[in-house]
């Protein structure tokens, strides 16, 4: 599952060449999955022992029974399972059908646009906060991200989220993009933003919940030692990818956009986006907060790695800044409620991977998914925390 045009068939067929593709966009063999999936599935080659990849599977929801089935018989008669590989858009569709059919049948993958570890040198500063993560305006550098961005928000966040889940007030929910965006990295008011669009808080806390469950935005919580406390505390909201929200903030040229009061945020946004996708595209267990006291002590990220496993954890903080990057000492209030964390990373945007004092370190984002997973698959927390950098990759 992932967003539209973050790459999930190109990424199939490139690591599955000798695979069988079909595509539900495709309204003939949509129709034909819905008409008669068991004679798709047939002629596809069901069962010949070539990976089969059926590409925005949500539309035909009638091939879902016949491939439990196959899959049950196949079961019933000790035979090798096909491999089978569904992809979706639209989670609201594909997760449902894959929950009424497939129950116990098939494993979640989640695909996001690119990171920056991923863009390696093919992308600079502006165009992370241009072109955001999506693999073609990379490949097609002739593309003017502006116009991709609007065509992006008319397909796929208009018709694909919106009308699939029933959104009428089309207007309204177009404002809360651009005011939700103008917000990314600050705590979220959703009564506020819904009376200033002209909705209820409640619609608008639902349109976040279709804005998330597609990975375009996400509601960070407070860290509280109370799971209880935690889930009715006000959370930040983000946007995953940063080009995306900088379009919604209205930037088209990225040189006033990284002198303005809205850098900073973006880049925080950015910095969370790198954790996500290391996150999932790495298959680590991670969980995700901010620490923030009513005093006004505050940390953007606290890690924590493998939860359930013991406690360890991590602090993160984004600084759009590479030269003359400051330590930080972990704030006392909150070293007290953690006295495992023994230490802060500062993630820049370039510069060098080096050790600023016993408790911080600063982190170019190109290495923090690897240094994320390096501390999430580490023995102990003492390894985790305290082992010297190694080479920059």
């Known amino acids: 599952m992932g967003p539209r045009q973050s790459g999930k068939s190109s990424l199939l067929v490139h690591q599955l060449p000798q695979a069988l593709w079909l ?43 016949e491939i439990k089935r196959r899959i049950d018989l196949a079961r019933f008669r000790g035979e090798q399972e096909p491999e089978v590989w569904l992809t979706g858009s639209n989670r609201q569709l594909l997760d449902r059908n894959v929950r ?22 093919v992308a600079s500063i502006a165009d992370w906060f241009s072109r955001g993560g999506f693999p073609e305006l990379y490949a097609r550098r002739e593309l ?53 669009v002209g909705v209820k808080g409640q619609t608008l806390s639902a349109w976040l919940d279709l804005l998330e469950q597609n ?53 925080e946004s950015l910095v969370l986006g790198e954790i996500v996708r290391a996150r999932d595209h ?15 002590e505050e940390v953007d990220f606290l890690l924590e790695l493998q939860p359930g496993a013991g406690p360890r954890w991590l602090a ?22 953690l ?18 004092s016993s408790t911080s370190r600063q982190l170019p984002i190109r290495l923090l998914a690897q240094r994320l997973s390096e501390a999430a698959l580490a023995p102990d927390s003492a390894g985790a925390e305290t082992a010297e950098p190694g080479p920059a990759q």
Do not use: C
């Not at 966040?157 to 809360?176: L, N, P, W």
């Open 215 to 267: 990975a375009l935005a996400l509601r960070l919580p407070p860290y509280h030692p109370s799971l209880s406390k935690r889930v009715v505390r006000t959370p930040k909201i983000y946007f995953l990818d940063v080009g995306l929200v900088a379009h919604l903030q209205g930037w088209r040229s990225v040189e006033p956009l990284l002198v303005s009061p809205q850098a900073g945020g973006l880049f």
């Open 316 to 337: 993160i903080e984004a600084k759009l800044g590479i030269q003359n990057v400051e330590p930080l000492a972990i704030p006392r209030a909150l070293s007290k409620a």
């Open 23 to 65: 595509s539900l966009d495709d309204l003939q063999t949509r129709r034909r999955a819905q008409d008669d999936p068991a004679l798709l599935l047939e002629s596809a080659g069901w069962g010949a022992g070539r990976p089969l990849i059926l590409d925005e599977a949500a539309h035909a929801p009638q091939l879902f029974p």
């Open 144 to 196: 003017d991200p502006g116009r991709y961005f609007d065509d992006y928000l008319r397909t796929f966040v208009e018709k694909d989220i919106a009308a699939t889940a029933g959104v009428q007030q089309m207007d309204a929910f177009h404002r809360a993009l651009a005011l939700l965006g103008a917000r990314t990295g600050a705590l979220l008011n959703a009564t506020a933003i819904g009376q200033a």
């Open 339 to 356: 006295p495992q964390l023994r230490e802060i990373w500062i993630v820049t945007p370039g510069g060098e991977e080096q050790r600023l």
């Open 282 to 296: 790495r298959g680590l267990s991670l969980g995700l907060h901010f620490w923030r006291t009513k005093e006004g």
């Open 100 to 121: 009424e059919s497939l129950a116990g049948r098939a494993s979640y993958f989640f695909l996001h646009s690119l990171a920056v570890s991923e863009l390696g040198a």
